[in-house]
């Protein structure tokens, strides 16, 4: 039974927190025991947002050292989780002693790790004993085929694996450390990357399977083509807007789909969609953080949240695409030109609305002028924008120019200038989205 507390703070295990809570991912795991397809980790941009990708490997002492420095600045930080920039469990020294050092800190604290889950059958009693309430595992496919398209080889037990039998050893210890870690009572997500012709189809059987075992939630992430990576190299492509939505929909036939994911950095810090890994300023001097004052403030975010259970049962048939600019707390509080996200809902006659996605874009306000107006570089940002949300019908923000507003006008999308909670704000412009729907 998957206990309350256990989702309420968690940015990742629960949709509305991610718009109140942050997290930090403290890179303190270099080594990786399998080679995906898909992966360069030795490849760091500071703009990337991207797992394994890390600036800076710390050590137990240094990330314990800037998580406490990170409480004090960051009074909504609820979660600090293990994930890279390798895998955690296979540098099990290093990630014990960080997570034992973090407990120490504040019980309240919300240990999360990710995994690929390769050794996770041999660590799951240590996980439970440490009080680790969250574990993410990453499975791409329950079909050794499929797999071995996937992973070139992985090490185990001083044996190096490749092809099916590789694939086969990890998707064995995989499904069996699932299964550990809900007989356990630790909440498990798992993590797939979306591959076209590769295992679209196929994850609906990962989720049906994950499912059976005991996994809470299953997150369907586009591939991301790392530069130098085999696939990148062998010229495959990232999924469209729409393939990932309906394999999403699939799987969430089946189980709760995580549809807010950021596919964070290992070492990102903050909200979701807002990093601020690589903003030195936010580290303080002062290490001590005052844990009634973040106590009170963590319990006014709670108190602010709207639980969320069911998904809307309305018909949504007839439902219209909506973007929303947001810099997180439940509400539109973005101006169009300094976005590098937008929410993507769903909304039908009835107001009903249900999160599908998140769009990454390139803010392309410079500052210098009307926003869209700053010349080659700026229009063509904002015609990759456009054609991003496209499929949109209106699109939600705190502030536009005359310029951008009129261009994704002739475009079909038309823009809204409003503030407020993001729900209360789709359910008062229904009236346009039942002219659009028409």
């Not at 499929?391 to 475009?411: E, H, N, R, T, V």
Request: proline content about 5%.
């Amino acid at each position: 039974m998957v206990s309350e507390s256990a989702l309420l703070k968690h940015p990742c295990y629960n949709e509305e927190a991610h718009h109140h809570f942050a997290r930090m991912h403290v890179a303190v795991a270099p080594k990786c025991n399998i080679r995906c397809n898909y992966c360069n980790p030795k490849f760091d941009c500071v703009n990337e947002s991207r797992p394994g990708v890390v600036s800076e490997v710390l050590s137990p002492e240094e990330a314990s050292d800037r998580v406490s420095r990170t409480m004090a600045q960051l009074p909504n930080l609820s979660v600090v989780g293990i994930a890279g920039p390798g895998d955690p469990l296979a540098n099990a020294e290093a990630t014990f002693r960080t997570f034992r050092n973090l407990a120490s800190l504040d019980p309240d604290l919300h240990l999360c790790l990710s995994t690929n889950g390769l050794m996770l059958p041999d660590y799951v009693e240590e996980i439970k004993e440490l009080g680790i309430r969250h574990v993410t595992v990453t499975m791409n496919a329950i079909d050794p085929k499929i797999g071995a398209r996937i992973y070139s080889n992985i090490f185990y037990q001083g044996e190096v694996y490749r092809d099916e039998a590789a694939a086969a050893l990890l998707i064995e210890r995989q499904l069996l450390g699932i299964e550990m870690l809900a007989k356990a009572g630790v909440l498990c997500k798992v993590n797939s990357v979306h591959i076209p012709e590769v295992n679209g189809e196929h994850l609906r059987e990962v989720t049906r399977k994950v499912k059976e075992l005991g996994a809470f939630s299953h997150n369907i992430m586009p591939l991301i083509l790392s530069p130098g990576s085999f696939f990148e190299k062998k010229g495959f492509r990232v999924p469209t807007n729409e393939e990932s939505i309906e394999v999403q929909r699939a799987s969430a036939e089946i189980m709760p789909v995580m549809r807010h994911c950021r596919q964070c950095r290992a070492d990102a810090v903050g909200m979701l969609g807002g990093d601020l890994s690589q903003t030195p300023e936010m580290m303080p001097a002062e290490r001590y953080f005052d844990k009634s004052a973040r106590d009170e403030i963590q319990q006014q975010l709670l108190s602010r949240m709207k639980q969320r259970h069911d998904e809307p049962k309305g018909d949504w048939g007839g439902a219209v695409r909506v973007a929303v600019a947001t810099r997180g707390s439940g509400e539109i509080n973005q101006h169009f030109g300094h976005a590098k996200e937008f929410l993507v809902y769903e909304v039908n006659g009835l107001g009903e609305s249900r999160l599908i996605g998140v769009r990454k874009v390139q803010a392309y306000c410079n500052g210098t002028a009307e926003c869209g107006e700053d010349g080659d570089g700026g229009a063509r940002v904002f015609s990759e924008t456009v054609q991003m949300l496209k499929d949109c019908a209106l699109l939600l923000c705190s502030g536009i120019g005359k310029a951008p507003a009129s261009k994704l006008q002739y475009a079909g999308i038309m823009p809204i200038v409003c503030k407020g909670e993001i729900d209360t704000q789709l359910k008062k412009n229904v009236k346009y989205l039942n002219y659009f729907a028409q």
